[in-house]
């Protein structure tokens, strides 16, 4: 097995599966009182070792000791606290069922909104479009979500997502979108005014003026993805000109 | 000595390999692995929804199919998705995904020899695209006997393979190359035991010609270990470059 050395002689570290991770290195900060995070991407294994299970990028923050595999992939496997777009699938006395695009559907309590009480409480049906927030994560059972943040009780800007379009892209896309300054956004930021919410699930939620801006930017954000940055601003300038 | 392969030199040299990932729109991960004239696409889906008769409570159900080139599946193509399947389930950390399953479907595109091998290889790369979370990656490759110089040929082609008296399919993980560094001198039988994952033989062979061949298939392997690394760093220096300009 490859053991990983810590040297930053190259910005991206990659790590396949398999790959063990040196006990020195994830213990430098001795300060730290010895406590280590492992995040997405590493488990210990049977001979005390941590492992790399995904291919991505080794990554470390060294508040907490934290340690993780930055990978990309497709499929969403439900994470506590993250936000996300679901579309409403069923619905019960007390539960609406949402397609999250992950193994199962999530739930979502019809009184997890603002202001949600027995008597008054929004109504959604099947096919409606809902920006919400993963509030239980488990492997074992079936995600729950919420449309308000937990500590405050209001909206957020949690809740049904109206009109626009939803397209879905590779998770680690998502991710990249949510950065404040990622260029794609910034560039057509720049041409377009629209709204959009993305969730950590790789669906993306765009709404502009024109049923044709929105299908630019839908179109850009999809291209955005292997581009590099010379590349990203001709791609969205062609795409402005061509309108 | 010269092979029936006339683009290869060399008895223990493998074909060129190629191999391209997140090929397909639909599926959760894809890939093709090419060696020379032989080719196979795998598509990997999941962990996904799981049919009530297959659910296993405490791990995900992994379901291989093998599509052959032409045709509908045999007992051949059979055989070889248990194959892959016996040899992926331990390696897949399936425990990690109750409840779910995790479809790979495998299509041969092109047949010159060693299909197994380049069907494994595929697959790996397919999970790996896919995210699915695993024990280590593998290598497979596959080398002949020939039948009238008794010579060792690796990755042969189906020209080679008709000539061959027995025929021998590997796959090695890549944990293995701690003990392979740590005694460099005595490579023996038990480094390559330690590592092997998957062993198919066919024909008549001594013991000492099955050890040799897994050995230089153990060899070769490494290569192909290489070769994964470097397919998936460039995936993701091609996602990153945004972010580091």
Redesign the interface.
Known sequence: ??SITTEEES??L?V???DQLPESGLMEDSSAAHRLTLGP?L?P?DDDSI?A?????LKHNAVGNRWWVE?????Y?AAQGESIIGVVTGKSAEHYKVDIG???PALLGVLAFEGATKRNKPNHNIGDLLYCRVSMAN??MEAELECMNPTTGKADGFGELKGGFVIKISL?LAR?LL?PKN?VLRLLGQHIPFEMAVGTNGKVWVNSASTQHTILICNAIRN??????GE?SAMVKSLVEKM | MSRLDRSRTSAHQLRPFFSSQNLLNRADGSAQFDFGGSSVMCSVVGPAEVKLRDEKLDKATIEVVVRPLVGLPGIKDKAREQAIRETLEPLILSGLHPRTSIQIVIQTMKDDGSILATAFNATILALLDAGIPLKSILGAVTCIVDSETNQILLDPTTQELANAKSTHTFVFDNKSSITSTDNKQQEDKESVDVATLYSDSTGLFSEEEYFECAQICYKAAQAIHGFIRTAVQKKLEKEQQQIDS
């Open positions: 097995m490859a910005k991206l990659i396949l599966p398999g991407g488990a294994m492992t299970v995904k291919a991505g990028i990978s990309n992939q497709r499929r496997v992950a193994s199962q492997k074992d680690g990249r950065d260029l955005s993805e292997y581009l590099n940055s990203c």
